[in-house]
Every structure is written in structure tokens, then in C-alpha cells.
């Protein structure tokens, strides 16, 4: 079984900035790819980043040249430095990952919420 724990959201203005972390942790034989994925309220979950195990990255358009994801592979952890933010941000930020063996891990954590006022 694999642990997902994200962490860092919170109530922020227009404008302001936000950095998300994402530990991983359990039955993982190695971690390829990092997504982070959002769930605004009333909409589907949709994906905002990932990147791969050597760095390759990729971006929703509606958050490319504001969000940035890192990844620390010895920690299990990614990361998602979010800048510029705007009210449309608003949304529950949950992380995945995927596994070298089985795929993307078909559970979620918690999610972190991140809301942004005008």
C-alpha cells in the first residue's frame, strides 16, 4: 500500500505565492513519474504537472510560466512552487505517483486546499 501525504495549501490573496509539498511512502518499488492533479469544487479532478524521474517536465496551459514542480527522488517527494496565483486556482491540490512495476497509484491522499481570494 502507498501513502500519499500532501501539505502546504492555505487561504492566500491574487498575486501572492504558494509552495506544496507531497511525500510518498510505502510499498513502492521505484518511483518513475510525479503528477500534481486539482479538484475544484463542482469539477473534475484535472492535471496541472508532472515530471519524470530525470526532470522532463510538463504543464496544464491554464498554469504554464506560474507553477513550477520539482521533485527530491531521495526524499519521495515532489513539490509544486505556485506564483501569480489567481482566484481559478482555487481547488483541492492532491499529488500521484508511478510506480516503476505497477503504474500510477490508483488511491489518493487528502489533498491540500489551496484558496485564493480577489
Request: with cysteine.
Amino acid at each position: 500500500q502507498v501513502q500519499l501525504v500532501e501539505s502546504g495549501g492555505g487561504l492566500v490573496q491574487a498575486g501572492e505565492s504558494l509552495r506544496l509539498s507531497c511525500a510518498a511512502s510505502g510499498s513502492i518499488f521505484r518511483i518513475t513519474a510525479m503528477a500534481w492533479y486539482r479538484q475544484a469544487a463542482g469539477k473534475q479532478r484535472e492535471l496541472v504537472a508532472v515530471i519524470t524521474r530525470g526532470g522532463v517536465t510538463n504543464y496544464a496551459d491554464s498554469v504554464k510560466g506560474r507553477f513550477t514542480i520539482s521533485r527530491d527522488n531521495a526524499k519521495s517527494t515532489v513539490y509544486l512552487q505556485m506564483s501569480s496565483l489567481k482566484p481559478e486556482d482555487t481547488a483541492v491540490y492532491y499529488c500521484n505517483v508511478q510506480d516503476e512495476s505497477t503504474g500510477w497509484i490508483a488511491g489518493w491522499g487528502q489533498g491540500t486546499q489551496v484558496t485564493v481570494s480577489s
